[in-house]
C-alpha cells in the first residue's frame, strides 16, 4: 500500500493544540503539506519551525475558525502557499469552566455559591456550542469547495467521548460534540457521489491544556474525577497524543480508508466499551 498523503495540502484548524500539533508534525512526516490554522499565531509559528527544522513543510496561519471573511481570506493565503486544500482536520474546539457545573449531581442542599445547572452562563455554553459545531462546520464550508472534482480528498473532524454519553459536568461541550458526529454522518452522506469522505476520531481521555484543570489539582496530583476516569478504562492510563496517529492516519489516508465514510472511531483505551462491572 503506498502513502496517500505525501504530497498533499493538509489544512488543520486548532493546530496550536496538544493533539493537532501531533498531528501535524506526523502528518508532515510522512510528507503532507501542513497548513497551521490557529487563533493564536505564535504557538503554530514555533510549531512551523520544528516541522520545517524536521525537514518537513508547514506555514503558520492566525484565523478565529468563527470568522467567515477570515476564514475566505486565509483560504487564498494556503492556495497561494499550498495549492487547493487536499485533506481538511477539524481540530479547533475547546470547553470555557462558564459552561461546566461544579458538582456531577445537583442535590437540594447545593451551596448557592457553586455553579449549578440554573446558573450556567447562557453566553458561554453558547460560545463552547459555537466553537465546536460552528469551528467544525465554517471551515468545512470553506474548504471543502477546492476537494469537488479531485481525488483522494477527505475531511476528518475531531469528536470526543463525551459524544457517546454525556459527561458529568461538561454540558456545553458534550452536547456540541455530539452534533460533530451526527454533521460528520451528515457531511459523509452529502459529499458521498463527489468521492469526498467524511469521518471522525473521538479521542478518549488525554491530558490537554482544556482538561488539564479537571484532571489534576494545583500540586499535579490525580483529582477524585481523575481516578474515577481511570477506573473506567479498563486499559488503565490517559492516552498519549502519540496513540492517535495511527488511527489519524488511516482515515486521512484515502489508499488506506477509501472505502471508509461517515465512521466516528473511538480511540479511548476501551472506555466506550466498559460498563462498569
Known sequence: MGNGIKGKTVVITGA?????SEFARHIASVGGKVALLNRTLSKVEKIAQEIEAAGGIAKPYQ???????ALKAVHARVQADFGPCD?????AGGNMDE?????????????PSLRSFFSLNQDAVQGVFNLNFLGTFLPTQEFTGDMIGRAGCSILNISSMSSYHPLTKVLGYSAAKSAVNNLTEWLAVHFSHMG???????PGFFATAQNRNLLFDAQGMPTARSKKIIAGTPMGRFGDPKDLLGTVQFLIDSEAS???TGVIIPVDGGFNAYSGV
Open 99 to 111: 459552561a461546566v457545573t461544579a458538582v456531577e449531581y445537583h442535590e437540594n442542599d447545593l451551596d
Open 196 to 202: 469526498i469522505r467524511v469521518n471522525a476520531v473521538a
Open 258 to 260: 477509501g472505502f471508509v
Open 63 to 69: 484565523v478565529d475558525v468563527l470568522d467567515k471573511d
Open 16 to 20: 496550536g493544540g496538544v493533539l493537532c
Open 87 to 91: 485533506i481538511l482536520i477539524n481540530g
